[in-house]
């Protein structure tokens, strides 16, 4: 009798499950990362094909070297350097006039007169203005600067009494662009010049 009550003691109960078929939750995270190691496996091995095969696809551009001429020195005479000017340099650059120097009627040169100009009207670049029109005319302009103030309204002209046959010719070329005040042969010559022309404001 006691072998009997045994064995009912040792028999399994009909609901009874083994524990050695059930997932536990440590089984399913462990094939999560499995799965997550062969993703990551397998991208990296499609991206190693991909930029294998781009590289294949490139050109080897080969950089040559490029070679350098050694320049050996010659036995070439030094140039002297002379210290007296030649006879065709010119202290001033002058631009050639754009019409003959030598007016038609009176048969003057233009050329053999020497202006200074002066800016008498205070505006900026007056005087250069007034000297590119003379020397495109093919008149001297020997130098260019300030008056002594800037209230001239009109344009004076001087010249040296020995340059006095210019002064019609001189005050005929400039009335064209400028109001013409005084015109005189009165003027005591400087060092290189022989007519002022002194810009007024009109």
Known sequence: MEEEEKEEIFQSPPNFESRLGRTGPDSSAKRYIIVI????????????????????????????????????????????VSTTPSPTEKLTATPKPSVNPIDKTSGLDRSKLSIHVLNGNGTAGASKKAADLLE????????????????????VIQLTSEKSDYLALLKKDLSGTYTIGTASADLTGGSNYNAVVTIGKQ
Not at 139 to 145: D, L, M, Q
């Open 136 to 155: 495109g005319l093919g008149y001297n302009v020997t130098e260019t600067s300030n008056a002594d103030n800037f209230n001239y309204d009109k344009t």
């Open 37 to 80: 190691v062969i993703i990551v496996v397998l991208v990296i091995v499609i991206l190693g094909i991909f930029k294998f095969a781009s590289n294949s696809g490139r050109k080897k551009v080969e950089i040559t070297p490029t070679p350098t001429q050694e320049v050996l020195p010659t036995d070439t005479p030094t140039p002297e």
